[in-house]
C-alpha cells in the first residue's frame, strides 16, 4: 500500500497540517497493527513524499532513513520504502503555481534540472495506464490530461481534424490483443513530463537516478 507523507517543515505546522499529520499517523498506526510495513509480514507499506513548494524532492537515499528514524523512535511507526516525487505542474499544483506567478521559474527549474539519466527508468518506459473507459495512457500524469496512446489510423484522423475535435479517443483495451502491439510505440510528451525527469527522477516507484 502507498500513504501519502507531507513535508514536516517548520512553516507548514499550521493548525490544519496538524491535524491532517495526526490522522496520517494514526492510519499509520493502524496499518502497523494489523503487520503493513512489519519486517516478516510481507505486507508492504510504502510511503510517497512531495516537496510543499515548488521545488525539487530531496534525495530519496538520505530522506529516507531520517523518516525511518524519526517515525520508528518518536511514533512507533514501521514502514517499508519511501518514495520521493516531484510535483507535477499540472491540475492543482500547476493552479497554485500560476495563482503565486511562479510557474514559469518553476518550468525553469525543471528544465535546468533535466537528468538523462532518469529517463530510463521512467514508468512510462514500464507501465500502463488504464482509464475506467478502457483507454490507454503511457503514465497516469498524461490520463490526468486527457492524453491517450494514440493508434496510426485514429492519429491520421486527428491530424486531418486539427483541432477540431474535442478529446482525443486513443487505442483502448478492447483495441489490442497483447501488450506487444503498444511495445515500442513513441511515448506521447509534453512540458510536463520535465517534472518526471529532474533531478533524480520520479516514478510510481520513487527516484529513478
Not at 516531484?86 to 518550468?107: G, Q
Not at 513513441?186 to 533524480?200: D, E, F, K, M, P
Request: charged share 15%; aromatic share 8%.
Amino acid at each position: 500500500g502507498l500513504m501519502p507523507l507531507p513535508c514536516t517543515c517548520y512553516c507548514c505546522r499550521a493548525p490544519a497540517y496538524l491535524m491532517l499529520l495526526l490522522l496520517l499517523l494514526q492510519g499509520l498506526r493502524m496499518l502497523n497493527a494489523v503487520g503493513y510495513g512489519q519486517p516478516g509480514s510481507g505486507l508492504v507499506l510504502d510511503l510517497v513524499y512531495n516537496p510543499g513548494g515548488a521545488f525539487l524532492a530531496p534525495s530519496q537515499a538520505k530522506l529516507q532513513p531520517a523518516y525511518k528514524q524519526e517515525l520508528a523512535q518518536i511514533y512507533g511507526i514501521q514502514f517499508n520504502s519511501l518514495l520521493c516525487l516531484n510535483n507535477m505542474p499540472i491540475k492543482r499544483f500547476a493552479d497554485y503555481l500560476i495563482r503565486s506567478s511562479t510557474l514559469s521559474d518553476y518550468m525553469a527549474l525543471l528544465v535546468e534540472n533535466f537528468n538523462a539519466a532518469a529517463v530510463p527508468a521512467l514508468m512510462c518506459h514500464q507501465t500502463l495506464s488504464v482509464a475506467w473507459d478502457g483507454r490507454l495512457y503511457d503514465c497516469d500524469f498524461n490520463q490526468q490530461l486527457d492524453m491517450p496512446i494514440l493508434g496510426a489510423e485514429k492519429t491520421a484522423q486527428q491530424q486531418q481534424q486539427g483541432h477540431a475535435i474535442g478529446r482525443e479517443t486513443g487505442l483502448t483495451v478492447w483495441d489490442v490483443e497483447s501488450l506487444d502491439e503498444v511495445t515500442g510505440k513513441l511515448v506521447r510528451i509534453a512540458s510536463h513530463c520535465y517534472g518526471c525527469t529532474a533531478g533524480a527522477g520520479s516514478s510510481c516507484t520513487g527516484a529513478t537516478a
